[in-house]
């Protein structure tokens, strides 16, 4: 059974930083891209950073370039999203998702960002 499970997240100021992290159990997570999505209030979820297996390869959408840094640590079955230099529009539930297409989802995080 695959589980994924975020953490990390909270209310933040404007400019300031938080550290999500997604563990997983039940798949071979070497092997797994894996995936942030975020969905915001009357939105639709979208992507926002996905890393390969092996931690090669990343992606980013533009909204997130440059302030958000995606990661994993394969030992630890765990990806993560650094997010530095928070804006208000970042407000949002994050989720983290396994596999491309996503077929298995974290039950979502929230992050707000308010002063």
């Known amino acids: 059974q695959v589980q994924l499970v975020e953490s990390g997240g909270g209310l933040v100021q404007p400019g300031g930083s938080l550290r999500l992290s997604c563990a997983a159990s039940?798949?071979?997570?070497?092997?797994?891209?894996m995936a942030w999505y975020r969905q915001a209030p009357g939105k639709q979820r979208e992507l926002i950073a996905d890393?390969?297996?092996?931690?090669?390869?990343?992606t980013y959408t533009n909204a997130v370039k440059g302030r958000f840094t995606i990661s994993r640590d394969n030992a630890k079955n765990t990806v993560y999203l650094q997010m530095n230099s928070l804006k208000t529009e970042d407000t949002a539930v994050y989720y983290c998702?396994?596999?491309?297409?996503?077929?298995?989802w974290g039950q979502g995080i929230q992050v707000t960002v308010s002063s």
């Open positions: 998702g396994a596999g491309r297409p996503v077929y298995a």
């Open positions: 890393i390969s297996g092996s931690g090669g390869a990343r």
């Open positions: 039940g798949i071979i997570f070497s092997m797994t891209t």
